[in-house]
């Protein structure tokens, strides 16, 4: 098993070593092994969210995979029950399940993170296999390690240019001429790049200015950032340095 050790604080952001590798940290997905789960869509009945999770639970018992899924949809309580539990089985690295429902939902994203990263140990990473760039440094502001370059081929694929602040589809958008292998590199430069810029902030304790300055780029970005700050200053206080 890995090794996680946290080196530097900004907010509730961490800067971390994961054995010699820095965090926030940009992964492969195709290289990423996931224990085995029942995929549940986000709004669902409360039955049908409990039984997600425990067909997950059961289906991730004795995995010898690195990364397990949070499950439990739109429910909270869900939620931290089934990431408590992979934890007691030995899971660090937790994936938030329905993250592309969660961007477009800003009050639920908010708590349901907050939620998760104050209710899991410190050394247990949470990861996002889909982030849409201009959230990747409020998401590691409120505590996301781990982000998968699945979002890359995605876009690449659907023939959008992805930059630090807004999705381009190239038909709409003659920003470049690209074929799919092409862009999904250059989104996933993209990713880097921004992921490499939030590390950089949080070593000189300036995250909160580029979170605030990337959640002018979409309504459901700007209503995050409000409602943390609105609800989740406890949270956000308990690392921020005072000056």
């Known amino acids: 098993m890995s090794r996680y050790q946290i080196k530097l604080h900004d907010g509730p952001a961490r800067l ?17 092994e996931i224990a085995p789960h029942e995929t549940i869509p986000y709004s669902v009945p409360r039955e049908i969210a409990e039984w997600g999770v425990d067909e997950t639970l059961r289906m991730a018992s004795g995995s010898a995979a ?28 937790l994936i938030v399940a329905n993250m592309d429902e969660l961007l477009q939902r800003p009050g639920d994203l908010v708590r349901i993170l907050t939620a998760l990263r104050e209710s899991l140990k410190p050394e247990t990473l949470l990861c996002s296999t889909f982030s849409h760039p201009a959230f990747i440094p409020i998401l590691t ?7 998968s370059d699945a979002t890359a081929e995605l876009y690449g694929r659907l023939n959008i240019l992805l930059t630090e602040s807004h999705t381009y589809p190239l038909d709409t958008y003659g920003i470049c001429d690209a074929g799919a292998g092409d862009l999904m590199e250059r989104n996933r430069h993209t990713l880097e790049l921004i992921i490499s810029e939030v590390r950089e902030h949080i070593r000189n304790g300036t995250l909160r200015n ?19 700050d609105r609800e989740k200053q406890e949270f956000l206080q308990r690392y921020t340095p005072l000056y």
Do not use: K, W
Request: with cysteine.
């Open 210 to 228: 580029l979170v605030e300055e990337r959640a002018a780029s979409s309504p459901q970005n700007m209503s995050a950032l409000r409602i943390l």
């Open 141 to 147: 502001y409120m505590g996301m390690d781990l982000f």
């Open 16 to 32: 971390g070593l994961l054995d010699d590798t820095e965090t926030p940290l940009l992964l492969e997905h195709d290289g990423m």
């Open 66 to 93: 690195d990364y397990a899924f949070i499950h439990g949809s739109s429910y909270q309580d869900l939620r931290i029950r089934c990431a408590l539990e992979l934890e007691e089985m030995g899971f660090r690295r």
